[in-house]
């Protein structure tokens, strides 16, 4: 099977940064949730990498310069080191010509825009070919305010001048994480199509980090995209979730007329607790025969997989 999945925290992992794995190793191969031995089950893969700003606030300039520069360093030499049987890409033309070659298709991601204070780092990211920038993290920022920080405060001065400059350069918004009031004010200063990399349902799990369905319905009607979250708060109030709490997600987005909007942003990783029988990125087999079992067809489970962020990548990047 096919799989693109829009956000994994793997090279914070790698950076030393990391907070979860165990074992240490490189992108080919480690001891956390997804290395690329364990993605070459699938016949096309492609994963957005998330440079992550990190859990503890930045204090300053100079720190968020320190943490940039030291994770986009940590991907490209990941990226490199796998040039075999990986492609870092930045257009539609890199990510189809990947396919082509069976490599694994790499885009770069910001997770937390505070990552970017100074002019030289937001360069310094467009010229990275980064293409998809998460407007806030948790926190508040001088950006905006993260959905744990305070929902009714929204997207700064500086939070909109930096929507509308990365725009320009093709950069497209991430609002997983963003707090509502920012969702919304992001949808007034901003007319591209807008992504949720690794958000669930509100409406079926009552998280801040999940999406109301006014919010995923406006995100569909700019043909945007959002991707399936696998961290166990985030799909159930329950201590433990399984495959069919995933499903609970993916049947309300599609109720919602967003089944060519959804795709898998598991946050491999990210997470430390996983539905029961999906221990790591091989577990998506798993999910596509539990949607197969549940009567969905083969191209709308192909949709989910791959093809949705494949057409979004193609239309788009
Ligand atoms: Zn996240």
Not at 133 to 160: K, P
Not at 174 to 192: I, K, P, Q, Y
């Amino acid at each position: 099977m096919d799989y693109f999945d829009l956000h994994c925290d793997t090279i914070y992992e790698l950076s030393g940064y990391g907070v979860y794995r165990k074992t240490r190793g490189t992108l080919r191969e480690n001891g956390g949730q997804l290395d690329l031995a364990r993605t070459a089950r699938y016949a096309h893969y492609a994963q957005v990498f998330a440079l992550f700003c990190g859990a503890a606030p930045i204090e300053t300039e100079e720190e968020a310069h320190v943490r940039f520069t030291h994770l986009l360093q940590t991907a490209q030499n990941a990226f490199a080191s796998c040039s075999d049987v990986l492609v870092h890409c930045r257009t539609a033309d890199d990510f189809l010509s990947a396919e082509q070659e069976g490599k694994a298709a790499a885009f770069l991601s910001i997770e937390g825009a505070e990552l970017l204070q100074s002019e030289a780092d937001i360069q310094a990211a467009i010229d990275a070919g980064v293409r998809i920038v998460t407007l806030a993290w948790n926190h508040r920022s001088r950006y905006g305010c993260g959905a744990a920080s305070d929902n009714d405060a929204g997207l700064t001065e500086a939070g909109i001048r930096l929507v509308q400059r990365l725009s320009a350069h093709g950069i497209f918004p991430d609002v997983s994480h963003l707090s509502e009031r920012g969702f919304w004010d992001l949808m007034e200063c901003c007319s591209a199509p807008v992504l949720a990399t690794h958000s669930n349902s509100r409406a079926v799990c009552p998280h801040l980090r999940n999406l109301t369905d006014a919010q995923f319905t406006a995100i569909v009607q700019r043909g945007g995209l959002v991707g399936i979250n696998l961290y166990v708060p985030f799909l159930t109030r329950k201590k433990h979730a399984d495959v069919s709490d995933i499903l609970r997600h993916i049947e309300h987005f599609c109720a919602l007329g967003g089944e060519e909007n959804l795709c898998i942003g598991a946050d491999w990783d990210g997470c430390d607790r996983l539905p029961d029988g999906i221990g790591d990125v091989t577990g998506m087999e798993r999910l596509a025969e539990a949607l197969a079992r549940h009567g969905y067809s083969d191209t709308q489970i192909r949709n989910l997989m791959y093809d949705n962020a494949k057409r979004f990548v193609t239309a788009n990047f």
